[in-house]
């Protein structure tokens, strides 16, 4: 796969998704299969079973091991192989490769690169999850057929809204609001207030807003996977103090990238806020709305990628709104370009950054 | 694309297929993009926008502009972007090629070549179209899965008639009459008199011919894209005087081929004739028996594609009923390796024939 | 193709699937057009026109004769052009190749190599053929999506049943049988013997056994494309006379392998039994429960085949139960090098098999 980091947790799968039958998805272009054990943990292998390439996820899950289902051979959690019928030795060739996993926030997060490096405080933490008065919601995966990056750079760019979201969370009066962009420690921010504006359509609906809002959204992206937008709509005319906005809707919408191949990514949503909560015909409603949404996007970024195969291109004019879009691009090939480079045994990553934009230009 | 000329009017689509929405299709291998402005004028572009690729057809007419559905840039009839939302400056890379477009006949032609040339008074001339006593019907487009060369060699080939068109238009009877072939200023015609036979059974069943009947075929080839059959079928024994062709039935059976990809083309086919004017339930039985006619050319030429695809060849053995659908293809062989030549800045366009000669053998 | 014998005879289809319609199929990769004459014979072309490439499956039998749905050339059985409509000379290009057709236990066979080695008589005898008190059942020709070396490794290898055919013919009381492979003169052998065990669920569901049972398989493979397994079911606890064994459950089950493309396989079967015979409704059982036996074998070598196609490989750890599968295919290996050998010129087979062997590590 190209501009891909491996050193990271990606989400595989939502918790409920996994149970004690195997579980197949194709993660960085290599296939997993991942199961439960008895004690609840997860296990996650290379789904192709050592001895002829079978799909383990053909089998069942046996005591705790996966059972091929081709002729029976059982690995554990770590991939090594614990029985083959009608042997006792077990050729050491017969293992599997195994992947770490850790589960956090109702969601299965799998290590595709250094298993020594896969330290579960590394998960991205989710604001006010488990917080009284804030609701969670968890969005069916969609599958967008794009590289990851176009979302990327689709999540961190406010200004599509207008125009790819009209039916939904669009807004005219905000096509002419400037965005800003900034850089802090650990990811990329672009904002942008829309003041004395009509409520856009999701939140008109809702009643809660008689007059006119101010409508704010922050698109933060933490590379290379986890992108947030921080949502607040409140009625104009107020100052925009932490507790004016908590006054308000506010939510923090999710979304977690998962590379499948150079050409297609998981799409996990989810969704906290602070509205609704504890009503289950409102969340039905705001859970159609976002897949709508994020469909929306898939359509564009789709195409895109259709078109970005047939020309060999990704773009041919720039405009000022591709700023916030591209530096957070620029994160990730810097972060690939540095793994390469360890990889390789480079002297440093920087002089793999640098001789990569060489061989490009 | 190969064998294509590019300097040509191509039908792009029935007028009626094209209102204030975008409309979509792919031309000589590039994605078009075609809208109808508030004046009733056409505009086509490339469906692809300056910014990001992602096709235009997924936006909106805006203004007589095609809005982008992703940032909501507007390009008009010429390709100039003419506004980019939140920024003054519009960059000069951002505007998208521009197709020469006309309306006659109730046909949007298309000019993929040079612009400089795109003169409509060379569009193709229908004959007898708004003539009193002649109707016109405009046939659903079809898609033929093969290279239009294929279809130009079907077209001028009347000896396929009797078997592949066993149960609509064929007839038995015509197979042993060898076709006669000439050459005309502008175009190749293929022609064959059957006499005192049966009529076909797509006449038959009109109840018109009491007797046997004389019938007679011409199939025009005007390159690169236009075929025109004309066909007579009369009561057996009278001279064939233009008069008492006009009694009889007669017809002018138009096809215009776009080349879509090397493998795939739009068939379009247009009908007119002098008899059952007025009549919509014959008219609705004619358009039924066309379509099933030309979807049995569709079966054959797609097939042999699949084959020319597997095999790299094209005819192994060679038939006296060649001669006309080759006269045919050479043409716009000829005329290909002239704007192949000229682009080239070659000598002249007959230089560069006899080179590809050289080449190919 | 790779790894193909070409000097053998496969199945080309059951003998009722031919009439006098063109059948078609596609046989070691070349498509292939069948047909039945007035006198019962069969015929096999090259399914191809020899003119403009058109499927003569397109077309239809005339007088013993395919005629072309293109132009109506008339080819006979041995692929000779024997009319051209509207001339009289025939091209001596105008001829397709055909190939030599057998039929024999219901079934066409078809010789894909040299005709001169075509001999009727090197058809495989199927056992108990037409004997009183054995029912023979013709299965519905599956397509299994794998090359046909995987197929024939599956079907010489006993310890796949209790995993793969857990919900039909599996026994896990088998699993820790080691099965036995010899060479014989013209073919593999791999059996073993399950004694003192529950009969089978398909057995078990006869009610014809009480208790244990003592169980056989044999699983013959003749190269390059059939396999037997002989199948025996007796009360446990009697010797193993073929008097004893006459009086179980005793069947031939064979497969005929025809590859279709390197990664697919026609796939036949055909179960000779002496049970049940002249029952309807356990036939029809029967036949449904094999069905979905062999489909259970298709999921798992076609998946194995999408990751040999991804890897490159085929197998990365060795057990002790591939050596009859793999004695198996390098019959098949050493025959295709020695055609291939032969078909050079080289100065001996055995040369060629080594110099491919080099070629190859």
Redesign the interface.
């Known amino acids: 796969m190209h501009y891909v980091v491996r050193n990271a947790w990606y989400v595989l799968a939502w918790s409920k998704e996994i149970g004690d039958t195997p579980f197949s998805r194709r993660v960085l272009d290599e296939?997993i299969v991942a199961y439960r054990k008895r004690n609840g943990e997860l296990a996650a292998l290379l789904d192709?079973c050592?001895?002829?390439?079978?799909?383990l996820s053909?089998?069942q899950v046996v005591d705790d091991t996966l059972?091929?289902?081709?002729?029976?051979l059982q690995f554990d959690g770590s991939g090594a192989?614990v029985h083959?019928?009608?042997?006792d030795r077990i050729?050491p060739?017969?293992?599997v490769r195994s992947f770490p996993v850790a589960e956090r926030y109702g969601a299965a997060w799998i290590w595709m690169g250094d298993p020594e490096r896969a330290d579960p405080g590394l998960i991205h933490v989710i604001e006010r999850y488990d917080t009284p008065g804030w609701a969670v919601l968890w969005g069916e995966r969609q599958h967008h057929l794009t590289h990851y990056l176009n979302i990327v750079e689709n999540l961190q760019?406010p200004?599509?809204t207008?125009?790819?979201h009209r039916s939904t969370i669009g807004n005219p009066a905000s096509?002419?609001?400037?965005p800003v962009t900034e850089e802090a420690d650990d990811h990329i921010v672009t904002y942008r207030w829309t003041l004395d504006a009509e409520p856009p359509p999701i939140d008109r609906a809702s009643g809660a807003f008689e007059g006119l809002t101010d409508r704010c959204q922050y698109y933060r992206f933490f590379p290379p996977c986890v992108s947030r937008v921080d949502v607040v709509t409140m009625d104009a005319g107020q100052e925009h103090t932490e507790a004016n906005m908590d006054r308000g809707r506010r939510a923090y919408s999710y979304k977690f990238l998962t590379p499948e191949t150079d050409t297609s990514t998981h799409f996990f949503w989810m969704h906290v806020r602070n509205f609704g909560v504890g009503d289950a015909d409102f969340e039905a409603r705001l859970a159609c709305e976002f897949s709508r949404t994020f469909q929306e996007d898939n359509?564009?970024t789709s195409?895109?990628q259709r078109?970005?195969n047939v020309?060999g291109?990704?773009?041919?004019?720039?405009?000022?709104?591709d700023a916030g879009p591209a530096r957070a691009r620029r994160m990730i090939e810097k972060m690939a370009a540095a793994e390469a480079a360890e990889a390789a045994g480079a002297a440093s990553p920087a002089d793999a950054v640098s001789r990569r934009t060489v061989a490009a230009s």
């Open positions: 296939p192709r050592a001895h002829k390439l079978v799909p053909l089998g059972q091929c289902g081709y002729h029976g192989c083959v019928p009608g042997q050729p060739a017969a293992r760019d200004a599509h207008t125009y790819t096509s002419e609001v400037a359509v564009v195409a895109m078109e970005q020309t291109l990704r773009q041919t004019a720039w405009l000022n709104i």
